[in-house]
């Protein structure tokens, strides 16, 4: 059973960053497409980022495009998502996902989720 565990979230003022973390478990993290989703208080789940499993390859929702960057460390099984000038509507809670096929960018794909890391960006 694979665990995902996300870290680095929490306030910030908009136009400043952050960077999330995930952390899985298990020795095959290279074997999977991994991403990021989000889901904002009384709106679904979206898809935010992903990122292949070798790393050589990654795709962005239009709202955070040329502002948030997915990445990966394949030899510390871990997952990033740096996010800069931070807006108010970006406020959600994050979760990292990890599925078998690329891009990773519907729920219906994922086969694991973490439990999620809030942020919110103050006005």
């Known amino acids: 059973q694979v665990q995902l565990v996300e870290s680095g979230g929490g306030l910030v003022q908009a136009g400043g960053s952050l960077r999330l973390s995930c952390a899985a478990s298990g020795r095959t993290f290279s074997s999977y497409t991994m991403g990021w989703f989000r889901q904002a208080p009384g709106k679904e789940r979206e898809f935010v980022a992903t990122?292949?499993?070798?790393?050589?390859?990654?795709y962005y929702a239009d709202s955070v495009k040329g502002r948030f960057t997915i990445s990966r460390d394949n030899t510390k099984n871990t997952l990033y998502l740096q996010m800069n000038t931070l807006k108010p509507e970006d406020t959600a809670v994050y979760y990292c996902a990890q599925g078998p096929y690329y891009p990773l960018d519907d729920r219906d794909r994922v086969r694991f989720w973490g439990k999620g890391t809030l942020v919110t960006v103050s006005s």
């Open positions: 990122i292949n499993r070798i790393g050589s390859s990654t």
